[in-house]
């Protein structure tokens, strides 16, 4: 048997589930010059195949619980029902308020840990189980407490219930909208002080009203639905977010500026990541109708605080409704917490007794599940994949999410992600190529970058569901070597709007190939255009009229902007018409760099895309 490696460098991704293929899951089709019925026939069968052996970690878990019941440690309160689930499977330890030592001790003798969001699950955590820990479950969404890496290393996987509060989370951002327009919460503190002010308390109603819903995942169209029965108007911002989803409950997708322009209230429901940080910023605050009210129960790091408290007293942003802030608890003195026209709560969007007792037995059937042996699709991770597979495909799957990243970028505001096609072309027979791990990580591009989900081999096809994502597969197989795995990697966007026209194909679809060059991926198709630049760093798309000087001119703008370029390539149709000039940067330039590169008369349009 082979020996297993730890996915350092790719996590969160994991060895195969140990079900059979969904049939709801992503359709698969094969292209071949000859005998066409036996190597869809093959590939079928490779794939059904392919998902049956159990990860090592889940059968020694399994063959754990077979020897004896084995122990769960609960470090933090959890719901009596989740309880009385684990107890009927296992020994149970229920020891609250451990100190880190504490937890070092006793974590050795235990095969599962259910934490909340006060126990942090350490490399040391992990080192001191000595192999024992096989499942850490987090009874709700964020594992910020829980190091992954170090989960992966270690063979643990780690599972968290990301559904049960979606409706206390709702509910909880319509009770601040409403409180937040009629002055609830200070009218009821000038009253309980002695006062009585009606006149100062005067509020706005809410039917007519258009309300902004920033993501438009499981809280957001809870929030929109609430919403619609207030007689609000609804649009949504979410790039993933399904059009006819949408539209079953009435809400028009529109993209992000319009999104905030336009709206009287604002409500967020999107997760904290590298591109959310800060979104909320002095510079989108001034693009905001002047009064504009915002609610925010999803994640405190998406507002810049400071901006937040400016735009307050500017009037720019009437009032605000907080359950969530980037420090927590907040420091007592904060101005943005005091501040007249706010109404806070302590991060009370999943605390309803009906919500609780639903994270608890959802919790509870991940680790259950995961002690038998069975891989949840909660999973945030998986602890390992055969060494061979790994060193073999580990370039193609870094090519595969730049590709994810770098596709989804090129999307117009709107139009909603439904389909995408990814096409392989090898050499190598279907039964020799495994490409569930290269969908993950295609997958995970396209969702991960705004989104709280962590994509991994054994929860993408069902991440890509819950999204009303399809994912489709074809394979190109050529005539050559097979002992390269892969020539290249086609990602097509079907049936959405691209912000750079040049990206699209003949049949009208955004699409991008790449191809693994001396280990590193690299850019190879745009559209219609061939071109061959590295994916690192950033990159800048530029389609122009094919004349001299052109390159000239970009560099020197760049130059003059100490923006160091890494590679450079430019693909054209003919001598003198269009082309596309594809351009590797280190760093971001900044707007006014990007703004001279569109101001060159024959520069027809460009877009910068992060990596």
């Known amino acids: 048997m082979a020996l297993a490696t730890p996915l350092r460098h790719l ?19 094969t292209r071949r010059a000859l005998s066409l019925p036996r190597v869809s026939l093959r590939l079928r069968s490779s794939v059904a195949a392919s998902t049956s052996p159990k990860p090592r970690s889940a059968v020694t878990a399994a063959a754990s619980a077979a020897a004896g019941r084995p122990t769960v440690l609960v ?67 964020g594992i910020d407490n829980v190091d992954l890496q170090a989960a992966t290393e270690a063979g643990c996987l780690v599972v968290n219930a990301p559904t049960a509060n979606t409706v206390a989370a709702a509910e909880h951002a319509i009770a601040l909208l409403t409180a937040m327009a009629r002055n609830v919460a200070q009218a009821d503190a000038s009253l309980k002080a002695g006062k009585w002010q009606r006149s100062k308390y005067v509020g706005v109603t809410l039917v007519g009203k258009v309300l902004a819903v920033m993501g438009f995942g499981k809280v957001g169209s809870e929030v929109a639905r609430r919403a619609k029965g207030l007689g609000m108007d609804i649009i949504a911002h979410d790039p993933y977010a399904p059009v006819d989803r949408a539209r079953a409950i009435g809400v028009d997708l529109v993209s992000f500026d319009e999104a905030i322009s336009t709206s009287d209230f604002i409500s967020l429901h999107m997760p904290l990541t590298p591109s959310t940080a800060k979104i909320f910023n002095d510079e989108t605050f001034a693009k905001m109708k002047k009064g504009v009210r915002i609610i925010n129960v999803a994640r405190g790091g998406v507002v810049d605080e400071d901006a937040l408290l400016r735009a307050l007293d500017n009037g720019t942003v ?23 026209n706010v109404t806070v709560t302590p991060h009370l969007g999943a605390s309803t007794t009906e919500a609780q007792e639903g994270v608890a037995l959802e919790i509870a059937e991940a680790v ?34 730049k590709l994810g990243r770098l596709v989804v970028q090129l999307v117009a505001g709107g139009s909603g992600v439904k389909v995408v096609k990814v096409v392989y072309s090898s050499a190598r027979d279907p039964d020799d190529l495994d490409t569930r791990l290269l969908r993950a990580m295609v997958t995970k591009g396209i969702i991960e970058p705004i989104s709280s989900a962590f994509v991994n081999i054994v929860n993408a096809d069902y991440v890509a569901r819950q999204r009303g994502l399809q994912i489709i597969e074809e394979r190109i197989l050529l005539y050559g070597s097979p002992e390269i795995p892969l020539d290249s990697i086609q990602v097509h966007l079907t049936n959405v709007e691209s912000k750079f026209a040049g990206a699209l194909s003949d049949a009208g679809d955004i699409r991008v190939e790449g191809k693994v060059k001396d280990g590193s991926p690299h850019l190879t198709l745009v559209g219609s255009f061939s071109v061959d630049v590295s994916l690192e760093g950033n990159l800048i798309l530029c389609c122009q009229i094919d004349q001299a000087g052109i390159i000239g001119k970009v560099g020197s703008i760049l130059g003059k902007m100490n923006v160091n370029v890494s590679f450079m390539s430019v693909g054209r149709t003919a001598p003198g018409k ?19 590169i569109g101001d060159i008369p024959s520069v027809e349009e460009f877009v910068f895309l992060k990596l």
């Open 11 to 29: 996590l969160p991704v994991a060895a195969a589930p140990s079900t059979a293929p969904d049939p709801a899951g992503p359709s698969l089709t």
């Open 75 to 141: 470090t933090e309160k959890l719901g009596p029902a989740g309880l009385d689930l684990l107890r009927a499977f296992a020994n149970v330890d229920c020891s609250y308020e451990l100190t880190a030592e504490e937890l070092r001790a006793k974590v050795s003798l235990v095969d599962a840990l259910v934490v909340r969001s006060g126990t942090r699950v350490t490399r040391e955590v992990f080192e001191a189980a000595r192999g024992r820990l096989r499942v850490v479950g987090r009874a709700g969404v």
């Open 318 to 340: 009437a009032q605000a409704a907080l359950d969530v802030f980037t420090e927590e608890p907040p420091p007592r003195d904060s101005k943005l917490v005091q501040h007249e």
């Open 368 to 401: 259950i599940g995961a002690l038998r042996g069975n891989l949840a699709a909660t999973a945030v991770n998986a602890p390992m994949v055969p060494a061979e597979v790994l060193s073999e495909l580990s370039p193609y799957v870094v090519l595969a999410e």
């Open 578 to 596: 269009q082309a596309i000039m594809a351009i590797g940067v280190d760093e971001e330039p900044e707007k006014e760099a990007l703004k001279l």
